[in-house]
């Protein structure tokens, strides 16, 4: 992701109290959000701000001395090492940047991703879909906001309600009397009426022929 | 937003144009964001894209096209405004996306 907004201090320091903080770049890891990278983007950020990493440990049985290390030492696929990063760190911001990682170890998994993703949506304020996808699922967060995660659901449900309200009217039987030429050519009335009858969320049909008949 | 297409999709239908404007607006605006650089936030900006988008939905008849063009660009007007509100009249795309999609997360737990 690119940085862009920087933390509000106080939220930085409550969230990484009890976080071992290391003047250094992450180490090897998987990044649990997007992590797309704008040269330009990055290093105006640099100029005033620090680059801020938090590394969530996976060590179920506490074995890891310094987790930093342990980090750097595993493969990639080992999948102990989780990031959330203002943006994808490359060998090249060393030298524009300066870098803060923050480490933290924890016994379950799924603790390690949850905290990544509450840093992520309520102390950086990226939204939900732009996690990685395995990690909303791996933390639950699928099932507490589904919209995060898959809109099919939704989308049926907009279909449905915008076919039948945009059906309703034309359903209803029109009142003797009326007829679409009638509404054709008091046009201006019966746009007054759609408009007044959606301000006050009452049935249009209804409304115009208050309205509308003379 | 990786469903973008599939609710695009649903903005085409004309029911769904007219009855959730806000809604077709902002993936619109979303997606016709530009990757990187700088955006202007201008309502009129996005009239030719509405308009162009009108022409590809199937089975419209012009009064059709009037309302729902209306629709949207009142939607648009209003959002625009409220980005303004939050990250200025100039800012950086990625901002803007960003803002864009929390409108649009708002936007989708609504009710109906």
């Given at each position: 992701m690119t940085p862009l907004n920087p933390a509000r201090f106080k939220d930085l320091e409550r969230f990484l109290s009890g976080w071992e903080r290391r003047e250094a770049p992450p180490p090897p890891g998987v990044y649990v959000a997007v992590a797309s990278y704008h040269s330009k983007l990055v290093e105006d950020y640099c100029v005033r701000y620090h680059l801020i990493y938090l590394v969530a440990v996976y060590d179920r049985d506490g074995t890891c001395q310094d987790l930093y290390q342990c980090c750097s030492s595993q493969?990639?696929?080992?999948?102990r090492c989780f990031i959330f990063g203002d943006v994808e760190w490359r060998e090249e911001l060393a030298e524009k940047c300066r870098v803060e990682t923050y480490l933290y170890r924890f016994r379950d998994i799924r603790d390690a991703l949850k905290t990544l993703l509450e840093f992520g949506m309520?102390?950086?304020?990226?939204?939900?879909?732009?996690?990685?996808i395995d990690v909303l699922r791996a933390t639950g967060w699928c099932d507490v906001d589904p919209i995060c995660c898959d809109v099919s659901a939704v989308k049926e449900k907009i279909v449905e309600e915008a076919t039948s309200t945009y059906r309703q009217p034309q359903t209803q039987p029109m009142p003797s009397g009326t007829s679409d030429a009638s509404e054709e050519a008091d046009d201006g009335c019966a746009e007054l009426a759609r408009r007044a009858a959606e301000a006050l969320g009452i049935d249009v049909s209804r409304l115009r022929r208050c309205l509308c008949r003379t | 937003m990786p469903h973008i297409d599939v609710l695009l999709e649903a903005c085409k239908k004309k029911e769904v144009a007219a009855a959730r404007p806000r809604l077709c607006a902002l993936l619109l605006m979303y997606k016709h964001l530009p990757r990187v650089g700088v955006v202007y936030l201008r309502?009129?900006?996005?009239r030719t894209l509405v308009q162009k988008w009108l022409e590809d939905m199937?089975?419209?008849t012009g009064e059709d096209k009037r309302v729902i063009m209306q629709k949207l660009m009142k939607a648009i007007g209003e959002a625009v405004a409220e980005l303004k509100k939050k990250?200025?009249?100039?800012?950086?795309t990625a901002t803007l996306r960003r803002a864009v999609l929390r409108l649009l997360l708002e936007e989708l737990r609504k009710p109906g």
């Open positions: 493969p990639r696929s080992d999948g309520h102390v950086k304020g990226i939204p939900c879909t732009e996690f990685n | 309502t009129t900006a996005y199937p089975g419209l990250v200025g009249g100039v800012a950086p």
